[in-house]
DNA sequence: GATCCTTTGAAGAAC
DNA sequence: GTTCTTCAAAGGATC
């Protein structure tokens, strides 16, 4: 199971080597090249062309090819360097010494001249960082906090939702801005505003307690007995937490009480369907809270996701309706995808979230493990809250709550008839390619191929289960049901399917087509080390598919 | 409007 | 212990 230690992530990195992220040698033969980025650029596209109309030619290019799938790479070393010396000198500074969690990026402190002053015992810095992290953290002295040369917009203050965050913001998203690419000093967004303005007045006001996290499911006896999960920091950071009266409390807004951090987490989370709704289940500007008024479970039409306290008064309902539905906690990759996909979708012209997933799923793996870290450790840290609001709750209970999925019927029905698999035919692109640059910031988008997830988190699972390990995800899996797999000492036992999917097994590998030139090179990182010997242990099979578009012919 | 697709990871069931 | 299945998010595509 992908946790990480829970003393602190010390571990990290110290008894695995630590692959060198840059091969030198491959940017000095690249460099020599001298070849521009455009070229490169059309170099790889014209490749990758190649290897779907022809798969047969691709496979000793591709090697040679990888290295130009970076023609940034100067720059982004620069740029890697600027924030490993932002870095150094941010921890020279004292002010996040030693952090428990090095995976935690103080690094992206993007500002330090954030217009949320603080005026408690922090220092600018250190409040900047808290208000940017854990934006509820103040919440109760947030009347205390306003400051008038931060004015809140009031478009974001009046729409952006304090609990349900806006669409393509993780609403853990304070929690993990591990870049500063996601955080605008000028304009921050509402939710990590200490006030919110009201929308008829326009006067700042202290945030609604029900604003800050409507609902929560905790009797309040219980609240007092949550460990929080993020007290490492709280703690380590010298901030009182919030005082959780031992033996509960009697609090209209048990949210106030909830502290912060774990507030965020859950108001942004966590099905509203379990909470006693507050007295007014509506915004205080009338609208309906986002997160009252959560997407719930599309499956579920029965007007589940509709607040208690919105729905009639008839409560002709069956128990079973009625029992609310908790989601399952995100894990790592689903924060990271929720952080990225944005960035994904502005960096390319792609909508269609199969192909910004297939794009996440490979930059996951090329992340490096410490980047992973932070999402395995939040991904825990959600598991972890998740079962102190919810004890009972097993996984096992959402099972069914979704229709049907149509693989299930997959093992011996072929999907012809209703909704025949698009073909994947190769199209190429019409649209304008995603062009935009990568991030200069040395983001995740522009990581260079880094050791792979699995090899590099210490928190990476055995890929148990043949989806699971996929290194090459825009890749055909190949023919066959084969798992080969690779264990490197200390390292995680990594199966690499050589085969279909189990549970999707009959699948077209690409039911549809993802073009190609609509992926910035950066989006196709290259194969890890380790994935490259993987790649490389199985040429001849990657060699007849190696980024085939072509549907895997149903059986 | 409902479902599929696609990704990884977690959890539970089944073996 | 291993394998398999389901669900979590997202939104365009498809039925």
Redesign the pocket.
């Known amino acids: 199971?992908?946790?990480l230690n829970g003393g602190g992530g010390d571990d990290l990195g110290a008894n695995d080597e630590m692959i060198p992220f840059k091969d030198e040698g491959e940017q000095e033969e690249k460099i020599s090249e001298n070849v521009s980025a455009e070229r490169d650029l059309d170099d790889v596209k014209s490749s990758l062309v190649n290897e779907s109309e022809n798969n047969s030619s691709s496979s000793d290019s591709e090697a040679e090819r990888r290295p130009q799938t970076r023609p940034d790479s100067e720059s982004y070393e620069k740029t890697r360097d600027y924030f490993s010396e932002a870095l150094r000198r941010q921890q020279d500074g004292g002010l996040f010494k030693s952090p428990h969690y090095p995976g935690y990026p103080f690094l992206m402190i993007p500002d330090l001249t954030n217009p949320y002053i603080s005026n408690g015992s922090l220092s600018p810095s250190a409040r900047t960082y808290l208000q940017m992290k854990w934006p509820l953290l103040d919440v109760p002295t947030s009347a205390g906090i306003k400051d008038s040369r931060s004015p809140t917009p009031g478009h974001l203050s009046n729409k952006v939702p304090v609990v349900q965050h806006a669409?393509?913001v993780?609403p853990l998203t304070p929690l993990i801005t591990y870049s500063n690419e996601h955080f605008s000093p000028g304009t921050p967004p509402s939710h990590l505003s200490p006030e919110i303005l009201d929308p008829k007045t326009g006067i700042p006001r202290t945030p609604h307690p029900s604003e800050l996290s409507p609902y929560y499911p905790l009797s309040p006896g219980a609240v007092g007995s949550i460990a929080h999960p993020l007290s490492w920091f709280m703690q380590q950071q010298g901030q009182p937490m919030y005082s959780i009266p031992p033996g509960g409390f009697r609090h209209p807004y048990p949210a106030l009480a909830m502290n912060a951090s774990m507030s965020s987490l859950v108001s942004s989370r966590f099905s509203p369907h379990m909470v006693t709704p507050p007295p007014h289940s509506l915004h205080q500007t009338g609208i309906p809270h986002p997160a009252i008024v959560s997407?719930a479970?599309?499956?579920e039409?029965s007007g589940d996701n509709i607040s208690p306290s919105m729905k009639s008064p008839v409560p002709a309902k069956k128990d079973e309706d009625k029992k609310p539905?908790i989601?399952?906690p995100?894990?790592?990759?689903?924060l990271y995808?929720?952080e990225m996909?944005a960035k994904v979708?502005a960096e390319c012209t792609l909508?269609?979230?199969?192909?910004?997933?297939?794009i996440?799923?490979?930059r996951?793996?090329s992340l490096s493990r410490e980047e992973?870290a932070k999402y395995?450790e939040l991904?825990?840290k959600e598991?972890q809250l998740h079962s102190q609001l919810y004890p009972g709750w097993?996984?096992?209970d959402?099972?069914?709550?979704?229709?049907?999925?149509?693989?299930?019927n997959k093992?011996d029905s072929k999907?012809e008839g209703?909704?025949?698999?698009?073909q994947c035919v190769q199209y190429l692109p019409s649209e304008k390619m995603c062009d935009s640059p990568a991030s200069s910031h040395g983001s995740m988008l522009d990581s260079p191929a880094t050791p792979s997830?699995?090899l590099a988190?210490p928190?990476?699972?055995a890929?148990?289960?043949?989806?699971?390990a996929?290194?090459l995800?825009?890749t055909t899996k190949p023919e066959g049901r084969m798992?080969h797999h690779f264990s490197l000492p200390g390292k995680p036992t990594i199966?690499i399917p050589i085969g279909t999917?189990?549970?999707?097994s009959n699948?077209?590998?690409?039911?549809?087509p993802i073009p190609f030139t609509s992926l910035h090179p950066s989006m196709l990182s290259p194969p890890s080390p380790f994935h490259q010997a993987a790649l490389h242990s199985h040429h001849s099979l990657f060699q007849s598919q190696p980024l085939s578009l072509v549907t895997k012919p149903t059986e």
Request: proline content about 9%; aromatic content about 4%.
């Open positions: 199971m992908p946790q669409h393509h993780h997407p479970i599309k499956q039409p539905h989601k399952k995100l894990n790592a990759f689903m995808m929720k996909r979708v909508k269609e979230s199969a192909a910004i997933n297939q996440l799923g490979r996951w793996h992973q395995y991904a825990r598991r097993s996984a096992r959402n099972y069914g709550k979704r229709k049907k999925r149509k693989r299930e093992p999907p209703k909704r025949t698999k698009k997830a699995a988190s928190a990476a699972p890929a148990t289960h043949s989806e699971q996929q290194p995800s825009l798992q199966s999917s189990s549970s999707q699948t077209p590998i690409l039911t549809r």
